[in-house]
């Protein structure tokens, strides 16, 4: 037989470990939570920052790549940050926890003179492939997809200037809004 | 009141488990992150290589269309929303292949193209720019790289892949040529899975919302395409269910404030470049 006051007790002491535990998961969630306060860096090229989590807010500045942002808090596909002190919000695409690398431009006409020496020697991969049993597979794609090189080149020498892209984008939108 | 004593600790023993537990996830996930980064020098330089090698192979399958004009309107506006797209260190390539089939593609490295048959269907500026959206997404956040698990190191299946091209012994060029079939697999049978082709379509909205497109147009796109999914074989069947990408779309275009805006659609010009 159970005593009343023993059961009183008991609810008691349950309580206070069902305290003890929300204590600790509120002491926790900052702890996770220590991204707040920390900087990210803009990894586009232009970030835009709005007023509000919403495109439709007013836009404060565009930050671009490099900047150092500091993270107060996030919020759907959006941190708030200030830059220079000044708060804002902007997409979490546009921002990444390490500083960006620097743009990165492999030389295509070295790069075409030395895959066309790779693929001038199928006689090495085809024989180890062929060992491995892959050979039948690469054939039958082979067959399905070629490649074409030249296309490729032309598709490269089409070079378009990120400054002639913001215009040619940003005269569209005027002349859209013209009547 | 001994075993009172003893729930009390055992609830608050618990909890530490509980909250040590949760950091330790916590700081897993952080290595793991850091370990499939992707993003050193040799890593990126692999991720273009082998695009190159992926876009050379979906060139040999599709023509690229020889209309200069048409051309440089897809790479000024995907260069355009390139620069929000978060990878400062890759420059993005625009082309249009000939063909009815209504799709797009994107290989690693910042190759993108579009389909005449896609750009038929299309209404207005704000739908190409949202698709091209939709396909930096891919490269942006690197599915097909992480897929094959393309580096630079020695870390993995394609390992000193970076510097193979030049000097590739049999097992490199062999890891290689096993990747692309793969990839031309997910490109042109298999497809992305789901969450990644929901991730590109949230990725596209806001890209191109960013520039200044109407967030609704991806949607629209896809709704009207939706008509040819079944029953069509020269439609985008790589794809998930259009069904649930619309919802997907919808829900995000709802949370994020982003329907009945005033962006741009920009419809005339569209048809000066395209349909003409």
């Known amino acids: 037989m159970i005593r009343s006051d023993a059961i009183a007790e008991l609810v008691k002491y349950c309580i206070i470990g069902l305290l003890l535990a929300i ?31 919403n495109i439709q807010s007013e836009k404060i500045m565009e930050l671009k790549t490099g900047m ?22 902007i997409f979490k695409l546009m921002v990444r926890d390490t500083p960006p690398k620097e743009f990165y431009e492999i030389d295509v006409n070295q790069l075409a003179e030395l895959e066309s020496k790779a693929r001038k020697r199928p006689s090495a991969y085809t024989t180890t492939a062929s060992a491995r049993g892959l050979k039948t597979k690469r054939d039958r794609f082979a067959s399905q997809y070629k490649n074409d090189y030249n296309a490729l080149e032309k598709m490269e020498s089409m070079v378009i200037s990120r400054e002639d892209a913001d215009k040619f984008i940003t005269d569209g939108m005027i002349n859209e809004n013209t009547p | 009141m001994k075993t009172l004593h003893k729930i009390v600790l055992t609830v608050f023993v618990c909890s530490l488990i509980w909250i040590g537990l949760a950091d330790a996830g916590e700081a897993r996930k952080r290595i793991s992150s850091m370990a499939n980064d992707y993003s050193n020098l040799s890593d990126i330089e692999a991720e273009i290589r082998f695009g190159r090698d992926l876009s050379a192979r979906i060139l040999g399958n599709y023509k690229l269309l020889k209309d200069e004009k048409k051309n440089k309107y897809i790479g000024l506006i995907g260069t355009g929303l390139s620069q929000y797209a978060g990878r400062p260190e890759l420059k993005f390539y625009f082309g249009i292949l000939e063909t009815d089939e209504i799709n797009a593609f994107a290989a690693p ?64 060029r062999e890891a290689f040529e096993h990747s692309l079939l793969e990839a031309e697999e997910i490109l042109f049978k298999k497809g992305y899975g789901i ?3 929901i991730e590109a379509d949230q990725f596209g909205i806001l890209l191109s919302s960013a520039a200044g497109y109407a967030p609704d147009a991806l949607r629209n796109f896809l709704i009207k395409c939706k008509r040819f999914e079944s029953g069509n074989p020269k439609t985008d069947s790589d794809h998930p269910p259009h069904e649930i990408r619309i919802q997907k779309m919808n829900i995000t275009l709802q949370a994020e404030g982003l329907l009945n805006t005033n962006n741009a659609k920009i419809r005339k010009r569209f048809y000066d470049y395209i349909q003409k």
């Open chain 1, 23 to 53: 204590f600790f998961f509120l002491i926790q969630t900052p702890l996770s939570g220590a991204e707040k306060n920390k900087v990210m860096y803009i990894h586009s090229a232009k970030a835009p920052v709005y007023s509000r989590p």
């Open chain 1, 68 to 89: 150092e942002i500091i993270i107060l808090e996030e919020k759907g596909f959006w941190y708030q940050m200030t830059y220079n002190e000044i708060p804002g919000w």
């Open chain 2, 109 to 172: 490295g910042g190759y993108v193209f579009i389909t005449t048959g896609a750009l038929v269907q299309m209404e207005n500026e704000a739908q190409l720019a949202a698709v091209l959206g939709h396909e930096i997404a891919h490269v942006v956040k690197r599915h097909v790289v992480r897929k094959l698990n393309i580096k630079g190191d020695q870390g993995s299946a394609t390992g000193g892949f970076a510097s193979m091209i030049g000097g590739a012994t049999g097992s490199f």
């Open chain 2, 195 to 197: 969450e990644e082709e």
